[in-house]
């Protein structure tokens, strides 16, 4: 099943819950193909549930993947296949299908994020699970003839498109939040989206809750209980002002390439319909490689509005924020909701701690990203709980206490010092507040409790109610129909209570492995019917996508964006965080409007490119055009990508337009598949690119009964500078960071004359662009061929730009090692570092003046490489129009 259908599927099916995810057979099997293991699996907001995903065991055969051959066999590994992925693994048959249910289960969410699915239906994903880092690097020479010396779990290896994991802890959560984050990764590097989101979205996607008993994963939780919780470890950085991350410099840093606390970045994205919109608008931006014309802050400014406003709104949502879990001391882990202690603190003196930050006497009050995952109901075992009341009471369910082992939770809490109310050995109820007063008790649980919990899977229903005088402590055990229960008073004084009421809580538990299961929020809402697919937004709204689709066309049409557009876009905004009935409403509005819409759009005064872009989001298509060398030099290959949104039915034509191609360019249909990048491909013969030429693409393709048209253009140029005047080496003590000045930058440029330089005299020479070049090569100068290695010197180059008027324009320049530019005699740019060559590294803003403009670069070397090259561009990074490159000098030099 591909990542489209998958994805329709999970929304339509209806299903029960008696399959689980099963591995078959264990003896070696031939390689089935992805569709012979389908992952049947329900989707509801950010929680999957498994129905059946088929996992099987093929031993040493390969699987095929999207690392080709380097992907291969590794001894005392084993390959595994399910639906999406192929694994190879020496964690055993147990573990090994655990990863692949995990993985299906997380992958139609990774599909709505990143908005693609893998392009190929019958090639799978490459991950590899090993013992420790050296059995994964044993692994990785295997396949790729290299090892890793990272840390932290895991990585993603873009050159075999492959994920690498190993334990790197005892948590199982961290196990799975390292699958589910390389696997994020993966798919980014298979469907050839960049490197978007690196590790700030990875980092808040690998949040999640799992459910054992119900094979059920959410995923991107914002509150959850185990340690690496970036949501914990986001609000405690940014909360300090020495650490604090203003919008504006988050995008200045490149945005969400950090991790960690940065995830909470995401979230602020995430949490908000209007913000996630718009976010999407920026991931569709990278995918379309405007970063590399404009910072992303800038396009950030063009998507969001003022920065400064949005972080006004940041630091509002981030004072709005806390979570309800915070760790203490090792170890803990969550099952659903059951949070569960290793039971073997750091501080031998103590105890597991995990806090409730949250208070008995504290007002309750509903927020959707509270313990933001699948609610259980109530069991009868803990009876009714109410926060916020005169005489508040709390509730857990606890479990697995049996032998030394105990568990439960802490009242009053101030740092280690608590009153304790726990159940030990399957045997006491024990009351400890001795650090404030209350007496150490320990009551005998009555035989009709303990035989009740025996047949109830030995769980413990606690109920904790903060009386005015005393503390009643109330204990169940049993099935529904067969509860037992047994009550104990202790007294309280007026200071004893205050602290009881006003202070947090904690969950803890000693010498074992005590599963706690707390009741303390009574507002937070029950989640809807889990058998049931819905949308895979937190929202659960069907109407997300197609409200996506009108903020990209107004995006591009800016200030012609029709009324009808933003009306319906308002509209169905609104209805986001409203119920079921209201956004079935608004989806019923867009399907009655849209067409209407579009006749709105096709009639409006936006420029042909921006239209047609417009038309083509509406419809669900992000259409991009690129221009890329061909394989003879003076070819090119003209490139449409085109992803889809909607499952609406699109087919049509693109077809190509380059002036002075030397054949006409044919056109080919296209039948648009809901989140597969797909590639239309023409190749002609452009034999002079100096200057720009457009070339075109030409979109026609029919939706829901309209006729649509979009004409997408770009320029093509070879932007680098093509030929240079040269002079040097000099000396320059200091290397990348020598700054001598020689005579060059100083006197009045002569290129006939001569100058002492490193180890004699040197003249200026022309170096120009090989004739036999690609046309669309970039020209750069390598000084180690022109002048031998050479160390602590440093060049000059020379070139004159004639534009046919003044304007703004940008100079991207790449060096090894340090860089200063002149233009017009005036020192614009200087950036003494030492480093490799990289294009368009440093992005220079300049002034050009009508006709005659000196460009002079000077360019240090320290050791090693030594190179430059510059491009003029426009100052939105594309083709410059009215411009060329002379080597000869004006009269009056």
Known sequence: MTGA?????VMKRSVLFFVLAALVPVAPAAVPPPAQTPAKIIVNGNTSTAIDIKVVKVGQEVPDTYSGNLFVPTKGFDFYVSEHYALKSQMGDDFSRH?????????????????????????????????DRNELNR?????????????????????????????????????????????LHMLQ??????????EGFTYASEQHVYDEKKKQLTVATFDHAPINNWTQTGLGEFRNPKRYVSIQDFFAKGGWHHGGGHSLFSQFF?????????????????????FQHKPISKVAED???????????????????????HHVDWGWEQDGNAIWAYGFPWDQKFWSQMDLRYAPNEKVEYNPLRMDYPAE???????????????PSIGYVIAKVGGGCWGGFGLGVEGRNMCQVVIAGNRLLVIDGRSFGIARKEIPLTGEVTAAAAKDSGRYGVTIKIRKTELEITVRAGKPDAVKEMTTKIPVDEAQRNRLVRNHMSLIGRNGYPSITPWIDDARKPPPDMSKPAPPNRWRYAALDPMFTLYKAAYFLKDETPKSLLALKAELLAAADQDEAAQDKAMKAYDARIAAVVNDVVRCNAGTQNKGLALAALVGLTPQLTVRPGKDKDSVAMVVKLRGLLKDDVQGTVSFAAPGADAPVASESIKVVPYRMQKVTQTCRLANLDKPTTVTATLKFSWRGLEISALLSEKVANTSVPSWWIIGPFNNPGGHAGDVKNP?????????????????????????????????????????????????????????????????ALLAVGSDDGLVVWLNDKEVHRNLVARGYSSKQDRVPIRLEKGRNKLLLKVTQGTADWSFGAHVLSTDGRSLEGISFSLLPPRQE
């Not at 590097?189 to 690196?198: D, F, K, Q």
């Open 5 to 9: 259908t998958l994805k329709d599927s």
């Open 99 to 131: 990863i692949l249910e995990v993985s299906e289960l997380a992958y139609p969410h990774w599909v709505e994020l990143t908005g693609v699915a893998p392009p190929d239906p019958n090639k799978r994903m490459a991950i590899i699970y090993a013992k």
């Open 139 to 183: 692994a990785m020479l295997d396949d790729i003839r290299t090892t890793w010396n990272g840390g932290g779990g895991g990585i993603t290896l873009w050159n075999n498109l492959a994920a690498y994991n190993y334990p790197s802890g005892a948590l199982m959560y961290h196990k799975r939040a390292l699958i589910i984050h390389e696997n």
């Open 189 to 198: 590097a298979v469907a050839g989206t960049g490197t978007m989101g690196t």
């Open 270 to 290: 995430w949490t908000d319909p209007d913000r996630l919109m718009k976010w999407r608008l920026l991931r569709d931006e990278f995918y379309a490689s405007q």
């Open 303 to 325: 998507i969001f509005g003022p920065l400064d406003k949005l972080n006004g709104d940041w630091n509002t949502w981030l004072k709005g924020q806390r979570t309800t879990f």
């Open 377 to 391: 109901s109530m069991p009868p075992i803990v009876g009714p709980v109410k926060r916020g009341t005169d005489e």
């Open 744 to 808: 060059v930058e100083t006197e009045k440029i002569d290129v006939k004359k001569k100058y002492p330089g490193h180890k004699g005299e040197v003249t200026w020479r022309k170096v120009e662009r090989v004739a036999l070049a690609h046309v669309l090569a970039e020209h750069v100068v390598d000084f180690i061929k022109l002048f031998g290695q050479r160390n602590n010197v440093a060049a000059y180059a020379l070139v004159w730009i004639d534009s046919d008027k003044a304007q703004d």
